[in-house]
């Protein structure tokens, strides 16, 4: 894994206290947000930078972005796709004091580490915002 450093904006996000959302071929810069963003690699291949390390995630693999991380994401297929599910600071509840004072060893969920209930998980808050 290959770190750089990082210049970043601030985003200032409304709106939703979730929001969900697919999309494919996602290019965008370094920012940084208050809320709390996991990024699932659906086909294709998207480079994903969190904090300064980056790596490419490949179908099937996910990215947990705690809040005020600087992350970005580069595409690399022309046919990838993603999930993103983004999460307010209210549904954070008692955990929002751990997730805005620590960071994880391994943002990336790759494999055997990636539960199938995550995916489940996401596929269904997304079927729910489309209702």
């Known amino acids: 894994m290959e770190k750089r450093k990082a210049y970043a904006y601030y985003e200032e996000r ?7 959302e697919m999309g494919k071929r ?11 963003e996991l990024f699932l ?27 005020n991380t600087v992350h970005s994401y580069q595409c690399r297929e022309a046919d990838s796709r993603y999930m993103m599910a983004v999460c307010g600071t209210s549904l954070l509840g008692d955990y929002f004091p ?11 969920l790759c494999g055997k580490a990636l539960d199938p209930d995550v995916l489940y998980a996401l596929h269904s808050l997304y079927r729910c915002r489309c209702t």
């Open 14 to 20: 409304s709106g939703r206290e979730l929001q969900v």
């Open 41 to 67: 690699v659906q086909s294709g291949c998207v480079c994903v930078g969190i904090d300064g390390e980056f790596r490419e995630l490949k179908a099937g693999e996910l990215a947990v972005v705690f809040p």
């Open 98 to 108: 751990s997730l805005t004072q620590c960071r994880p060893r391994r943002p990336y």
């Open 26 to 36: 996602l290019n965008f810069p370094s920012h940084l947000h208050g809320e709390l």
